[in-house]
């Protein structure tokens, strides 16, 4: 299995423009996370899904971010329109058991 | 106050030394207990994982919960350089045990 995919692996862009990041988890999981690290805040849940219906998103900062879980096999997370603060790491796990989730290799993404 | 309260270090030790890491909580309510490592631009990755109290052995590695004072430990046994990682504390309830809560990380380095 190739594991959790994400996409762009990096990203610049200048305040104001929309990102947009991309993410495939492992086959057969049914859950899937998007976290938020930096070195102030440390790793922060954003927003997971089970079977791609939403069940927290009480992480998202705010209504410049959305995601969305179209299928099992795809997930996208926006920032529309992006600011300096949103500049972090951001990384993509699934789980199909409550004690192991898989992370992916994360986009680090520069809000300039 | 955080949830979960984890010495971000930076912790140095010599090669072959006994590592000791550990993080604090104040929800009572957490059942799930994990250590992941994550090395530098890296996702993170499961390390040990405990359910409630009591301790756990792997290899070189042995997790230990203490509910009653709500205190985990991660030991490291004749550590090696390849060691040198951050290791970040996390856990979760019974209600939404997958969403789960991480300490701060504590950055470790094993010097040859």
């Known amino acids: 299995d190739a594991g959790v995919i994400q996409s762009p692996r990096h990203e610049v862009t200048e305040m104001g423009q929309e990102v947009t990041l991309r993410c495939k988890p492992i086959?057969?999981?049914?859950?899937l996370f998007w976290y938020r690290q930096t070195m102030m805040r440390g790793l922060e849940l954003l927003i997971y899904?089970?079977?791609?219906?939403?069940?927290?998103d009480s992480g998202m900062p705010e209504d410049r971010f959305s995601a969305k879980m179209p299928n099992a096999s795809f997930s996208t997370l926006k920032i529309q329109p992006s600011e300096p603060r949103d500049s972090a790491v951001y990384f993509c796990?699934?789980?199909?058991?409550?004690?192991?989730?898989?992370f992916g290799p994360g986009t680090r993404l520069l809000v300039l | 106050q955080k949830e979960v309260e984890q010495d971000p270090g930076p912790l140095s030790v010599p090669e072959g030394a006994i590592v000791s890491l550990n993080c604090t909580y104040s929800?009572?309510?957490?059942?799930?207990f994990m250590w992941y490592r994550q090395y530098s631009r890296k996702g993170p990755e499961l390390l040990m994982y405990t359910y409630s109290s009591g301790n756990k052995e792997d290899g070189r590695f042995t997790a230990q919960v203490d509910k009653s004072s709500k205190y985990i430990s991660l030991f490291i046994r004749d550590s090696q350089p390849s060691d040198s990682a951050t290791y970040l504390c996390?856990?979760?309830?019974?209600?939404?045990?997958?969403?789960?809560?991480f300490g701060q990380g504590t950055r470790l380095t094993i010097n040859p």
């Open positions: 086959s057969g999981h049914d859950y």
């Open positions: 996390a856990m979760s309830g019974v209600q939404g045990a997958q969403k789960l809560v």
């Open positions: 796990a699934s789980s199909g058991q409550i004690e192991t989730q898989y």
């Open positions: 929800n009572s309510a957490f059942q799930y």
């Open positions: 899904f089970n079977n791609n219906v939403p069940i927290d």
